[in-house]
């Protein structure tokens, strides 16, 4: 079993939205559970740490081909899916096209 930790930070003014976009996936809960499977995530947990240099998500994740998760979210026609890649790039500033910042573990 593969484990990620990552952080995202918010675009400023956007964690009104982001807290809207989490309350719409405990509304939709057995939406999001099964498309986490469905990408191979078995466990996440969500932070959310305010600084002052702005807000960032902190995601932790264990389950299977981690690194492939965004891929499968952003090339899945399930509208759920679709919603949600949405969202993460309003307000997170992802752009599908390019590749996910470096990471590196350091220990």
């Not at 600084?51 to 509208?79: C, F, H, N, R, W």
Request: glycine share 6%; net charge negative.
């Amino acid at each position: 079993m593969e484990r990620l930790a990552f952080a995202a930070p918010i675009l400023p003014g956007k964690t009104p939205q982001w807290r809207e976009m989490v309350s719409e996936l405990k509304r939709r809960s057995s939406e999001h559970d099964a498309s986490q499977r469905d990408k191979g995530v078995e466990t996440e947990h969500v932070w959310l740490q305010e600084t002052p240099l702005g807000d960032i998500v902190i995601v932790y994740q264990e389950g299977e081909d981690l690194a492939s998760y965004m891929g499968k979210l952003l090339q899945s026609d399930v509208p759920f899916d679709r919603w949600f890649a949405a969202e993460l790039k309003e307000v997170h500033g992802f752009d599908p096209s390019q590749p996910p910042p470096r990471m590196e573990q350091i220990f």
